[in-house]
Each structure stands twice: as structure tokens, then as C-alpha cells.
């Protein structure tokens, strides 16, 4: 069987995003504009309030799911449909805006560490107007596998015949979060046909004596694409390293993005900017489920 590769590595850029909070983003900036299905990855890590404290205030989204892991600190979502949600540290939040939300994300917590990752993952055309889904995913529902060599917790997918709280059928993404010890080694298989990134944000990780440093990002590649699967080894560097592994099945369509809408054609966009500035943006709500 072959095995995955580093084709690119993109390191993460400093950026400002909502109302003042500081984020690192690899997925979305000008060295990867977007990575099929994958559209956004920001990375917020800052024990300085200052950072943070102003949050993501009211914005609108349409054409896509959001997927944000929280993993320490405490953030509050409201939408204009009138959910709300907590997201606290070890949870997560999958919110598929499909034909328009209008949601806020703040910061419930005046000091301390917040940490947590963003992505972005795209929709084709046939769910680009469908109704909004959300799901709140509580920490103690996303399985934690623990070994002698390794952490890893699943919260999209399937690792090692133990499923997470999302799954997802039109992308097949799978999300972990991964600990591993110094020197120690995690093997998986992957579809060749998926995309594949891995994000290292605690410590330094080796795939194929490639070396990927802390706020780096890897697009991995299989040697052999003609093959179904390929393997996947990932060394931690000599202080451990803890990272993202995310795959996902790709689109194939046409992305245009302006902001935060993502649809097909620029007459979809200019329609989305028009919904948005007469207050039609919202069609339909969705209850959140909480997982």
C-alpha cells in the first residue's frame, strides 16, 4: 500500500477577524485560498484578552457548514432565529447555514486561555439552499481513545471503529484531534481519494521526513492515487506534539466566495447580498440539536 506524503506546507498567518480577535489562519489566506471542500481554517490560541474579549458579533453566512472545536474557554452562539448554545471547553459546534444564518459567537470568559479552531467546509449546489442544521456537541460526547503512545479524540467520523457525534454524509469528513507523545508514532489509513490536511499547533510533527512545525499546516498526498487507500505515519517531534488530522471527500464544483457567502455563480452572490440587505437573508429555522 502507498503512503501519504507532505505536498505543501502552509504556514498559519496573524490575522484580525470578527470584532478584534486574533487568529491564525492557513485555509483561507492568500498561500491556500481554498482546499476542496475544506473553504477556512483559523486557529484562535491567546491568553490575552485583549485578543479575544471582543468576539465574533452578528454575521451573516450562506453556502456552507461551519465546524468549531472549542478547547479551552467559553464561547456563547446566538442566531437570529432565536437559538442559543454554550460552547465550552472539549465541545464543539456543527452549524450547517445552508441557505442563510445570522449568528454571533462571544467570549464568555474575562480571563484565561481561549483555544479553539474554525473550519469551513463547503456545500454543492443542491444543499446550498437547503435548510439550516445545527448540533451542539457536548465534551463528554466526543469519544476519547487513550493509549500508551497517544490521545485521540474523534468528533467527526470513524478512528479505529469508534465513530464521533458528526457524521457527515456528503463530504465523509473525519475530524481528529490528536495527542502523541514524544518520539511516538500514529499510523491511520486514508482514502486516496479524500482531501487530507494536518494541522500541528502544540509541538513538531515528521510525516515522510517532512518536518511540519507548530502553526504549520500539511497537505498530504497519497504517492499512488490510483490506489483506494493509503497509509499515513506521523512522527512527534523530541516534546510530543498535538495536532489535527482532517479528511474529507471533495466537491468538485465551481467556489466563489465573497466573505461570508459561498455559492456557485456570482448571481448567487449578488442575491445573497441583496437577501442579506433587505432581511430576507433567513428563510427557514432550525432547532438546535444537542448531541
Known amino acids: 500500500m502507498s503512503k501519504h506524503s507532505v505536498a505543501k506546507i502552509i504556514t498559519a498567518l496573524e490575522i484580525t477577524e470578527g470584532a478584534g480577535v486574533t487568529v491564525f489562519r492557513t485555509i483561507g489566506s492568500p498561500s491556500c485560498r481554498n482546499l476542496d471542500p475544506f473553504l477556512l481554517l483559523d486557529h484562535m490560541s491567546s491568553d490575552n484578552p485583549d485578543e479575544y474579549i471582543a468576539g465574533f458579533p452578528e454575521h451573516p453566512h450562506r453556502g456552507f457548514v461551519t465546524f468549531t472545536y472549542l478547547i479551552d474557554g467559553h464561547l456563547r452562539h446566538k442566531d437570529s432565529m432565536g437559538n442559543q448554545g454554550e460552547l465550552k471547553a472539549g465541545g464543539a459546534q456543527w452549524m450547517k447555514a445552508a441557505s442563510g444564518v445570522i449568528h454571533s459567537e462571544m467570549p464568555q470568559q474575562v480571563e484565561g486561555l481561549l483555544k479553539g479552531f474554525q473550519l469551513w467546509i463547503n456545500l454543492p449546489k443542491s444543499e446550498k439552499m437547503s435548510c439550516p442544521e445545527y448540533k451542539e456537541i457536548k465534551p463528554d460526547s466526543v469519544p476519547t ?143 438546535m440539536q444537542e448531541i
Open 145 to 287: 481513545i487513550n493509549q500508551k503512545e497517544k490521545t485521540v479524540r474523534v468528533l467527526a467520523g470513524d478512528y479505529e471503529g469508534c465513530p464521533g457525534p458528526v457524521k457527515e454524509d456528503i463530504t465523509e469528513i473525519c475530524f481528529l484531534d490528536i495527542r502523541l507523545n514524544p518520539e511516538e508514532v500514529f499510523r491511520n489509513t486514508l482514502p486516496s481519494d479524500h482531501t487530507a490536511i494536518l494541522y500541528v499547533f502544540e509541538g513538531e510533527a515528521n510525516v515522510s521526513q517532512t518536518l511540519v512545525s507548530q502553526f504549520n499546516l500539511a497537505i498530504l498526498k497519497p504517492d499512488n492515487s490510483d490506489e483506494a487507500c493509503s497509509d499515513v505515519e506521523i512522527w512527534a517531534g523530541p516534546e510530543g506534539t498535538r495536532m489535527l488530522l482532517v479528511t474529507a471527500k471533495p466537491i468538485g464544483e465551481p467556489i466563489l466566495q465573497y466573505g461570508p457567502f459561498v455559492m456557485n455563480e456570482r448571481a448567487e452572490i449578488e442575491q445573497a447580498i441583496k437577501d442579506f440587505e433587505d432581511g430576507t437573508l433567513v428563510k427557514s429555522k432550525a432547532d
